[in-house]
């Protein structure tokens, strides 16, 4: 990943260059002016700056407006890295609720740094959309896939469609229309919902990421995960986070308290490490990996299963 000189080491070279050019045009000076005797000329030592907290370069955020199927007016954002062009596109289906964009902002700020674009929307009678929250949410999210595929710098991006929770089955329910409009090169299901029966809808390779407390973790993990592999060449992936509750966030330290600013800092760093590792696979056919690995190490003690075990 080709990454651009920072405002903090332009600045220092600029400044080291004058200081430089100052100490020559001073001796040059000095011995025309007869500087002689036992007195002598040294170049100044280089000196020594100190860290100053240069702000970063901020999100390139784009704000998208597109119609519902019903006309209503819904608004998204669709956030680029600094990286051109995009690995891949990241397409987020939201999980169940009246939400906005920033409950996956924890999840954009991973992705970003990776090289990945990464599209999030208000739902209906949520942050800048319009009319009222409580329906018509299936068809929202496939508005919101459109938007989202139809923007012209990212026409050549491949597709990683990563759906959490209801949003599963949304996109399962929708496989088809979604291929119509841009076959997904992947589809990650976080905090599935899908069984064996559903599961097999989607026709692409998939990882299913589920929290080890589901009441439905076998038929939701190992047997759909087995009935994917079953049904399709490619394969599925299956990873289930160890101490986590059903969105993907940690436990290990206790509940989490929905109402602390701080709660998104609680996201699982399994799940998420795993998440971004698969991602990477999918997508490494078509740019090339990212010079290091961002986010966080993994919790100790998760486990992945890359295929089901039988019970």
Known sequence: MIRPVSTKSALYTAQHSLLLLRALVIGLLCVLAGCSGGSSFALAPTPTFA??????????????GFAAADGIM??????????????ALIVIMHHSGPVDRTSYAYMRDLLLPEGYAVFTFDKRGNGASAGTYGCCEA??????????????DLQSSPVII????????YVAEQFTALQAIKPPTAVALLSSLLGPAEITAVATPVI?????????????????????????PYGATLYIAEHAEHTLFDIADGPIDWDDPNWAERYHRGAMS???????????????PPAAATFLPLI???HERTAPTEH
């Open 208 to 232: 299913v990421i589920v929290a080890d407390s589901e009441a439905a973790l076998e038929r939701i993990g190992p047997q759909a995960v087995a009935a994917h592999q079953h049904a399709f």
């Open 274 to 288: 795993q998440l971004i590792a698969w991602i990477h696979e999918r997508t490494a056919c078509c740019m090339p």
């Open 74 to 87: 819904l608004a998204g954002e669709l956030a680029l890295p600094t990286a051109q062009p995009p690995r």
């Open 139 to 152: 068809t929202d999210a496939l508005a919101a896939y459109q938007a989202a595929t139809s923007q012209p």
């Open 51 to 64: 860290e100053t907290n240069v702000p970063t370069d901020p999100i390139n955020r784009r704000e998208v």
């Open 162 to 169: 990563v759906a959490q929770s209801i949003g599963t089955q």
């Open 300 to 302: 100790t003690k998760m």
